[in-house]
């Protein structure tokens, strides 16, 4: 059982910022990592999961993000936000493991025909069945199934604005693209979206 002056100390270090936690974690205080970690690992593995469509790959690729603070503890800057560091490291991780997929995909529907030359063979979407699930499992089943279908360069920038309701300053910084590229994938992925979900799950709208 912790003493009560641990439990105290440990409340203390609740209470401070994300970036105050860094600098007592770079400076030593292991502590101040867990709480970083009990903060981010929920929101950090939704967005991976919104992302990539697959629970299996999360926990790899979240074990993966933390690892990554630890080891690269030392290389974070106070002049940047945390959550956007972290985000930073996650997106790269989730870009490059859709990226090797990607690339599993097309390489396992590539067939020969009778010339000898490759061609792909679309397989068609996996189909809900609705008795099975709740009504709000069902419509978040939906609403993945349609980020699934939408380019990688839209579902990132939407479930980043939308999901993780970071700022459009965020966004471009996590993903390295111009502010007015961040809005207009976020607006076309909206579209796209909207499209696919219009009977489903209304869209938020951008005030």
Known sequence: ???????????????????????LFQAGTLEAFDILVSRYKDPLANYLYRFLGDPKEVEDLLQE??????????????????????YTIAGNLARSEYRKRKRRRVYSLQSVNRDEEEYEVEI???TF????????????????????????EFREVV????????????????????????????????????ALLKDVYPMP???
Do not use: C
């Open 1 to 23: 059982m912790p003493s009560e002056e641990n439990k105290a100390r440990y409340e203390e270090l609740q209470r401070l910022s994300d970036e105050d936690l860094m600098s």
């Open 205 to 207: 709208e951008e005030s």
């Open 124 to 126: 068609p979407d996996e």
């Open 129 to 152: 069945a609705p008795d099975r699930h709740t009504e709000s499992t069902i419509q978040d089943r939906y609403i993945q199934e349609a980020l699934k279908q939408i380019p990688e």
């Open 159 to 194: 479930v980043l604005r939308d999901v993780q309701q970071l700022s459009y300053e965020e966004i471009a910084e996590i993903t390295g693209l111009p502010m007015g590229t961040v809005k207009s994938r976020i607006n076309r992925g909206r579209t796209k979206l909207q």
């Open 65 to 86: 993000t933390f690892m990554r603070v630890y080891r690269n503890r030392h290389s974070y800057r106070r002049i940047a936000k945390f959550s956007t560091w972290l």
